[in-house]
């Protein structure tokens, strides 16, 4: 039985992708390389692997989906010999993919995922995004190996790892009458429009802290993107909270913003490695592990100002 690891790769690739067209984009290498291992294997194990849809890619087979979680499987013990190679030889190599909850995944893993590649030249890491379901999701697929995301609504086969809490702030445009406080209560913002950073999950939590306050905010506009939120509040169009704090206090077309702490007693979100609880896990994801409690502290948060 004669096939390799790169025509299995391929071959998850497309399953994972649902085309051809898609995996050739996500993987960089060429359709019919793509096309040729599927071909391949299809004739090698004398199995059909997927049900072809004109115009609409492709769906596994049920052979094909279970020939794919071998696949996977192989593919991550493939990997993992590498590692425990490079362990011998004193190095790390493999392949890491991180996901990465969407408002932290442009401040947080450039930094932090450049330094972990620098530190061991023998790894590649791959960073997706998603909210708290999609990244579950995708860790129960096996399609990313750990994910950077808050503890929120963890279930009971996700193992997590706190690093971080990371308090509420308000954020606010720099010439707004309270920008120069040291801090600001929550009710004092009560009369003025609130940009909501609505995400599932996020969104409860922001919409807590009111509750807890005893008041509803005054919503203006709701966004699931970091930027548009920052836009808009940096524009005089209200105020918003938020807890990932970028170090640049400027908006996209370079209006200025102010992060000032919350006063009183406001839950924040913790930070920390999502992992599946039933898997063993590769040096590469324990050495990324390690790597992140170094680097993720109260003291610094790679990306983020200080408040």
Avoid: W
């Avoid at 299809?42 to 492709?58: K, P, S, T, Y």
């Amino acid at each position: 039985m004669q096939f390799t690891l790169k025509q299995l790769a391929y071959f998850v690739a497309a399953g994972e992708a649902g085309s051809i067209l898609r995996a050739a984009d996500n993987i960089h290498v060429s359709q019919p390389s793509i096309s040729n291992a599927i071909a391949h294997l299809e004739d090698v194990f004398q199995i059909q692997l997927f049900i072809r849809h004109h115009a609409q890619g492709m769906s596994l087979t049920t052979a094909g989906s279970q020939i794919m979680e071998q696949a996977q499987a192989l593919l991550r013990d493939a990997d993992e010999l590498r590692s425990f190679a490079g362990k011998l030889s004193k190095q790390i190599f493999g392949s890491l993919n991180v996901g990465c909850f969407i408002p932290l995944a442009p401040i947080v893993t450039p930094e932090l995922c450049h330094g972990f590649m620098q530190s061991h030249e023998g790894v590649e890491v791959n960073v997706s995004e998603g909210d708290q379901a999609e990244l579950l999701s995708k860790l129960k697929k096996g399609t990313i190996d750990l994910a950077l995301t808050y503890n929120l609504q963890l279930e009971s086969d996700i193992a997590f790892t706190e690093l971080v809490e990371l308090k509420p702030y308000v954020l606010l445009a720099a010439d707004h009458p309270f920008a120069d406080k040291s801090s600001i209560a929550l009710a004092s913002l009560a009369d003025e429009r609130f940009i909501l950073l609505d995400l599932p999950l996020s969104d409860t939590y922001f919409m807590s802290l009111f509750e807890s306050q005893k008041f509803k905010p005054s919503i203006y506009a709701r966004t699931r993107h970091i930027e548009v939120q920052r836009a808009l509040v940096a524009k005089g169009y209200g105020y918003s909270l938020a807890n990932v704090r970028p170090v640049n206090q400027h908006s996209l077309d370079g209006s200025r913003l102010k992060y000032i702490p919350l006063s009183g007693h406001n839950p924040g979100l913790t930070l920390g490695i999502a992992t599946l609880a039933n898997i063993k896990k590769t040096i590469v994801v324990d050495s990324f592990s390690q790597f992140c409690h170094v680097q993720i502290s109260t003291e610094k948060i790679p990306g983020m100002a200080n408040l």
